[in-house]
């Protein structure tokens, strides 16, 4: 726990950039919240390792969208059964079931039609909206947060140091 | 500031690369774990794979020696098998269905020793071969006894159904005599008649005062006959009522005489051995081995069932999903399963398909083969059912080896599954027939020609075994001190050369019935026929003696019961003869009054 705060100070009072971060959050949360074996996390890999996306955060959203994904199931099988057995979109399951892609996906499974419905909704406004925040926090709590006597303390850790030698490649982005 | 990280693209490939291994290394030991998983939940005792070879171009699977251990019989393996090489349709792969062109079964081998025990702990097959043997202990027998009983000791402790029915007869032949007494008191008697007579003579007498005394004696006269002629009829109704009393009675008294020869015949059978009593005795010695073979079948019928039924389960599934969409709580799907929805296909096809299958078993007599067809649980997608055929000829001392099969459950709601077998020339050697205590029966050799027909629609089953067994040596180990017929039963088995089994199973599943006939039924009966006449025709006599001894005193009685209706109907009788005497009065007297009136009509 304290090492995911620790990784979350480091990530946000970093340089980069804060579309880096929250991108790389948003691939998270679509990475963590649907089934990880799933077709489309391949293409969201693809897409965190080509793009230059901030890998600290995606790999700190991964864990912690995949915690939540886990109380999420429920409401992901509810949001699925209701989009599957919608009459409105019958012809379109009908059409992705015959296609082999499609099927290699598993879209019709409940659970992952429907978190991949709820991350693929929820992308764009949580993208605007970490930017917002990392941009507030940067202009507003940054030097309040480096002025603490818990970031002090953090800094001095041995893990502080050792993360910050090594973590040059995904923040520098 | 650049978006595209062209390193990325690199790591991507590399971790796809590093999975791909990974995957390719276990995907094996994955493929080897997941079957032996499954199987065993199905099979309810371990399934053990030695090796799994995944190949992806073209996409196939080789498995090395599959052991499905025998649930009831831990130490061995119900089926082992060599390799089993499946040849699967990659495109289909994709699409989640495993749809296996080929598959070639080698090596088969039945009821081979493990050197580990299969068992898991599930007392599940324990529990169904109690239930197996309560089954077929409805199906175990006793001899009866050969030795000749007392009859005095047996008519004291037995209540012979004739002289209940006597004494039950003879107390309704009172009742019904009182009824009759009671019934005559009420009918106009002797008396009454005379009153009629006194009353004519009175109004005969008084018609002579004028015109409007004899009109009015002549309607008097027309009133007095008129009632008589009532109280007339009301004796001649009783009379006739009285005989077709008499008459069912004295039919009822000619039935009950026949029931002392029914007492004899029933106490005969239920004390004496007799040749009918010996009928059907193939059918208490086969079926109890019978029903255990039956069950046996029905144990692993019981096995592929569910993998036959996955559609009927699914539709009752979905039954309870209908109604659980709205009223069951779904608790809490465990992360990344959930429920697949199904839609239409285009061209369908099961999830699990193996068209074609090629086995060759290695079975003690020689080597069987075979090919099976259609195997899926989704016989409905398919359209088509699961049909097998085996065969096999020339082998070690069997002739011949035909099973035919298909199981048909493409209409989940009524499968008809049917199997066809037929052996021929089967030596066979020290084969049980009955473990029964009484008679155990051992084929010690003999050449057998079967055909087994086993049919069952839904849960009904319609199975026919014709077995007919050539050179035959049948012996029977019984115990010292059994009774006498089994020694004699025992000593004609021993000559039997030739024998004919014909059985018929029919019922449910859960509950049939076995008939079995042979001509063994004729060869005991007759070898324990002429013994048993001679003591049966000794016993018969003097059970009939003291049985008749017991009956005829109350059965004369009964019929001197009888003789109390004469009186009756004799008094009935007078009865009506002085009524008609009266009746004759009036039309006399009425013939003179005529007389009087020449050429007017009276009303007589």
Partial sequence: MLRAVAKLLRVLNSDADPGQISLGICFAMVAGLTPFLSLHNLIVLLLVLTLRVNLSAFLLGLALFSGIAYILDPVFHTIGLTLLTSSLFKGVWTLLYNSTIWRLEGFNNTIVAGSLAFSIILFIPLLLILNLVIRRYREHLLKWVEKTRVMKFFKATKLYRTYQSVSGWGSAA | ?604
């Fill in chain 2, 1 to 604: 500031m650049k978006w595209i990280r062209w390193k990325g693209l690199i790591a991507f490939i590399v971790i796809i690369g590093i999975f791909a291994g990974i995957w390719f290394a276990f995907a094996d030991i994955f493929v080897e774990r997941m079957i032996e998983k499954n199987g065993t939940r199905m099979n309810g005792a371990k399934v053990e794979l030695d090796g799994a070879d995944i190949s992806l171009f073209p996409a196939g699977l080789t498995l090395t020696r599959l052991q499905v251990a025998n649930p009831d019989e831990p130490m061995k393996n119900a089926l082992e098998i060599k390799s089993i090489n499946l040849k699967l349709d990659s495109l289909n792969l994709l699409r989640r269905k495993v749809i296996v062109e080929d598959m070639t079964v080698d090596g088969i081998e039945l009821g081979t020793p493990r050197k580990s025990s299969g068992a898991i702990g599930r007392r599940h097959s324990a529990v169904k071969e109690a239930v197996r043997r309560t089954v077929c202990r409805d199906f175990e027998f006793s001899l009866p006894s050969f030795d000749v009983p007392d009859v005095k000791d047996i008519l004291s402790k037995e209540k012979l159904e004739s002289l209940e029915a006597v004494k039950s007869l003879k107390s309704e032949i009172n009742k019904e005599k009182d009824r009759w007494k009671k019934q005559l008191e009420s009918l106009p008697n002797k008396e009454k008649f005379e009153e009629y007579r006194k009353k004519i003579e009175k109004l005969t007498a008084s018609s002579k005062g004028g015109l409007s005394g004899i009109l009015g004696s002549v309607n008097e006269l027309k009133k007095v006959q008129e009632d008589l002629k009532r109280d007339l009829e009301s004796i001649k109704t009783a009379r006739k009522g009285l005989k077709e009393e008499i008459k069912s009675l004295k039919s009822r008294i000619d039935k009950i005489s026949k029931e002392p020869l029914k007492d004899i015949q029933r106490l005969k059978e239920k004390y004496f051995i007799s040749p009918k009593g010996l009928e059907g005795l193939s059918e208490k010695l086969l079926s109890t081995r019978l029903c255990a073979w039956v069950e046996k079948a029905r144990a692993w019928y019981d096995r592929i069932k569910p993998v036959l039924e996955r559609a009927r389960q699914a539709k009752e599934g979905g039954k309870g999903n209908t109604k659980g969409k709205g009223e069951t709580e779904v608790i809490k799907p465990l992360r990344a399963k959930g429920f697949d929805v199904r839609f239409k296909e285009y061209a369908p096809m099961p999830d699990f398909l193996i068209k074609t299958a090629d086995a060759s078993a290695n079975l003690a007599f020689g080597d069987i083969n075979g090919r099976l067809n259609n195997i899926t649980p989704d016989q409905d997608v398919l359209g088509a059912p699961l049909t097998f055929k085996f065969s096999g000829a020339s082998l070690k001392g069997v002739d011949s080896v035909d099973i035919t099969g298909e199981l048909n459950h493409i209409d989940a709601a009524s499968p008809k599954d049917t199997v066809s077998v037929r052996i021929g020339g089967y030596r066979l050697n020290n084969i049980t027939l009955s473990e029964n205590k009484a008679l155990p029966l051992v084929l010690k050799d003999g050449i057998a020609n079967l055909n087994i027909k086993v049919s069952l629609k839904g849960d009904s089953i319609d199975s026919k075994i014709l077995a007919g067994f050539k050179s035959v040596k049948l012996s029977s180990a019984i115990e010292k001190g059994s009774n006498q017929l089994a020694n004699i039963l025992v000593s004609s088995l021993s000559s039997v050369r030739e024998l004919k089994i014909r059985a018929n199973i029919s019922g449910t599943i859960e509950k049939y019935e076995i008939k079995v006939s042979s001509n063994l039924d004729k060869v005991l009966k007759d070898a324990i026929g002429k013994q048993v006449k001679e003591q049966a025709a000794g016993f018969e006599k003097r059970l009939k003696a003291q049985v008749m001894a017991k009956v005829n005193g109350p059965m004369g009685e009964l019929k001197g019961n009888l003789g109390g209706f004469d009186a009756i109907g004799g008094e009935l009788s007078g009865r009506l003869n002085s009524g008609s005497g009266a009746l004759n009065d009036i039309l006399k007297k009425g013939s003179k009054k005529k007389g009087v009136f020449n050429g007017i009509k009276l009303p007589f």
